[in-house]
Structures are given as structure tokens and as C-alpha cells.
């Protein structure tokens, strides 16, 4: 009974999980689909997702402003605006001068400023989900080792019942003799 209650939990919690996606919105009321300023909504995943790089505002409908970029426009650019990339940031000029017998050639490269790529941590509901996951495949694992524990039980105990049936002579007709004989020692004593 108990491996059932916990298959009830984890049909219970799966339900859940499945239908969390389709019901989420974010925490914002008066914007579309609940998402607030500096994210937007992701129909693929169904939830607000952070805007990329170098947008920021409701629904990610804004370029980061000069002289900021980078994720929610948290970095400073040190260059002239007409260098400043809303994602990447400042954008070096370097010169190449190459030796050729050909006169003097200079080449221009672009080179980005790149900037540490941010980790997302997960939130809590992230860490919920996992949790809720974990005890569900828990609770599927015990259940089957239940299931086959019981199958091989019935297994075993149907034939401990055949090897435990001996046969032996029917004591009806030796009882039928002990009631006789104490019958005729009663009728002559």
C-alpha cells in the first residue's frame, strides 16, 4: 500500500510538471503574457526568458543605451559611441602592415572587446522542478522493485505451497476404528 500512495504522489506531481509549462506567465501583470521589463516571453519554453545581450526594457524592445551594453546593459563602454556594439561592446581597430613586393599594403581588422560570459544560476523554481523530479523517478524506481518483489514472491510461494502438500493415509477410516472398538469396551463394561 505504501508503493502505491507513492505512485499516486509522483502521477500527482508529473501532472503538475506537465501542466506547469502550459499555465506559466511571469510576475508582471500589466505586460504581455506577465513578463516584466528586461525580459520576454519565450513561446517555445512558455515562460519570460532574460532579454539577450544588448536589449533591454519590456518585451527586449530596446537597444541598450551609449554608453552601456552587454547584459542588462550592466557594462560600460570606453570608446566613442560610433565604436560601441550594444552586445559586445567597444570594437578595436588594430593594423596589419605585410611585407610583399607588391607596395606597402596596410589591413584593417576588427577585434571585440569581449566581455565574461555570465553563468545563469537557476532560480528556485528550477531547483523546485528538479526536486519534484528526482522524487517522482525515486518513487518510479521503488515502485517497480515493489511490483517485481511481489511478482517473485507469488512465484516462490506458489510452489513452496505445491512441494508443501504430502499425502498421507486417510485418518477418517483410522478414527472410524477407535470410535468402534471404544464403542463395544463401553457396550460390555
Given at each position: 500500500m505504501f508503493?502505491v500512495?507513492?505512485?499516486i504522489?509522483?502521477i ?8 506547469k509549462?502550459s ?5 508582471c501583470?500589466?505586460?504581455?503574457k ?14 519570460c ?12 524592445s530596446?537597444a ?18 560610433d ?11 588594430t593594423?596589419?602592415?605585410r ?21 545563469e ?5 528550477d ?6 523530479k ?5 518513487d ?26 504430502v499425502?498421507?493415509p486417510?485418518r ?12 463395544l ?5
Amino acid at each position: 500500500m505504501f508503493c502505491v500512495e507513492h505512485f499516486i504522489l509522483f502521477i500527482f506531481f508529473w501532472i503538475y510538471t506537465v501542466f506547469k509549462g502550459s499555465a506559466t506567465q511571469g510576475p508582471c501583470k500589466n505586460s504581455f503574457k506577465g513578463c516584466c521589463p528586461g525580459s520576454a516571453w519565450d513561446s517555445q519554453n512558455q515562460k519570460c526568458e532574460q532579454c539577450m545581450q544588448g536589449f533591454t526594457g519590456e518585451n527586449c524592445s530596446s537597444a541598450c543605451p551609449y554608453p552601456t551594453y552587454g547584459r542588462d546593459c550592466q557594462e560600460l563602454c570606453n570608446c566613442s559611441k560610433d565604436i560601441c556594439d550594444v552586445i559586445t561592446g567597444c570594437q578595436s581597430f588594430t593594423t596589419d602592415n605585410r611585407f610583399s613586393l607588391l607596395p606597402d599594403e596596410t589591413t584593417t581588422k576588427m577585434a571585440e572587446n569581449s566581455t565574461d560570459s555570465e553563468i545563469e544560476k537557476p532560480t528556485d523554481n528550477d531547483i523546485l522542478l528538479i526536486y519534484i523530479k528526482l522524487i517522482g523517478y525515486i518513487d518510479l524506481v521503488l515502485f517497480c522493485l515493489y511490483c517485481a518483489v511481489s511478482i517473485y514472491d507469488r512465484k516462490t510461494n506458489k510452489t513452496v505451497d505445491i512441494h508443501a502438500i504430502v499425502f498421507r493415509p486417510n485418518r477418517v477410516y483410522e478414527n472410524i476404528e477407535i470410535d468402534f472398538f471404544q464403542a463395544l469396551e463401553n457396550q460390555y463394561t
